[in-house]
């Protein structure tokens, strides 16, 4: 192995140990980094330049890389090298290398209609539709992520009204359970019968469903999807768009910045604050008091 191999070995470990950063995280930055190091040819990280950064940069909108993907590139360079920095390694400054300018994507809410009407849609007469309302109504109550919904199981004390997620870094969070989700989340049990510990199971397709272990998030993806077109949605509506609704929904009704970013789970307050252009009340109640007020 070259030197640089033996050292982006280390961070990987580094990543993975010390900074409690998830297999998936390490698997992406594993990926991203020996792009680097193959299109580079470099044998040390001593060899980096400013102008070695750029021509890989080159590279990848040749190849048409998305924008977005070809920031994550950057990124893991750039962390690479603090952590290299850290060691004591006399290697380019990150701070020389500047991130891609990536334009947000405009979040997309569902009318609050819509939304209801979404909700009520699963049939309460079968374990397959009292399962998927608890599925939704526990996304709109929780804002949790798609896994983190997936591996919930079922032992929650629900009078208590919270469930301590283990998130993203492995970091435990506490989520609350909304009375329309627990009231769901109790019918669908109540059907159950089975000693299954998943909260949320995979059903065979028949007239008396059997129970086939944890529900897949692909599963969870197209029921969202089929529930949202069967409530007349215009529009392709994700599991991650119901984490969008139950953060809007929270800040459009007065909730701080902060309690909703730690409800989320987020690490940094930036990666909350997408929510607020479509979100700050006062704002949106200055405007209608005082705009065009000479046109009326």
Do not use: W
């Not at 929780?142 to 870094?169: M, P, Q």
């Not at 669908?188 to 086939?212: E, H, M, Q």
């Not at 800040?251 to 929510?275: F, K, P, W």
């Amino acid at each position: 192995m070259t030197k640089a191999e033996t050292l982006l070995e280390d961070y990987l470990n580094y990543l993975e140990i010390e900074k409690n950063r998830s297999r998936k995280t390490r698997e992406n930055y594993e990926r991203y980094l020996k792009n680097f190091l193959s299109f580079s040819k470099i044998k040390s990280p001593e060899e980096i330049t400013d102008r070695l950064v750029t021509d890989f940069r080159l590279h990848l909108a040749r190849r048409d890389i998305k924008k977005i993907t070809q920031s994550y590139y950057v990124i893991a360079v750039r962390n690479f090298l603090k952590y290299l920095i850290k060691k004591d390694h006399q290697v380019l400054s990150p701070d020389k290398i500047e991130l891609p300018k990536v334009s947000r994507r405009q979040i997309e809410i569902l009318e609050y209609k819509d939304l209801e009407r979404m909700l009520d849609c699963p049939d309460p007469k079968n374990l397959r539709g009292l399962r998927d309302k608890a599925i939704l109504e526990t996304f709109f109550s929780t804002g949790l992520r798609l896994s983190e919904l997936c591996a919930l199981d079922r032992y929650l004390d629900l009078d208590r009204g919270e469930i301590s997620v283990r998130g993203k870094g492995e970091k435990i969070r506490v989520v609350f359970i909304s009375k329309s989700a627990k009231e769901s989340i109790k019918k669908y049990l109540d059907k159950r019968g089975d000693p299954d510990p998943a909260l949320f199971v995979s059903l065979t397709k028949s007239k008396n469903p059997k129970i086939l272990g944890r529900i897949i998030p692909r599963a969870v993806q197209r029921l969202v999807t089929y529930y949202a077109k069967k409530a007349g949605i215009l529009g392709r509506v994700s599991p991650h768009q119901l984490r969008h609704q139950f953060a809007t929904d929270l800040l459009m009704n007065g909730a701080d910045l902060r309690s909703v970013q730690e409800m989320l789970g987020h690490a940094n307050i930036s990666t909350t604050q997408i929510y607020t252009h479509i979100t700050n009340r006062e704002l949106k109640e200055i405007h209608k008091a005082f705009h065009g007020r000479r046109r009326e």
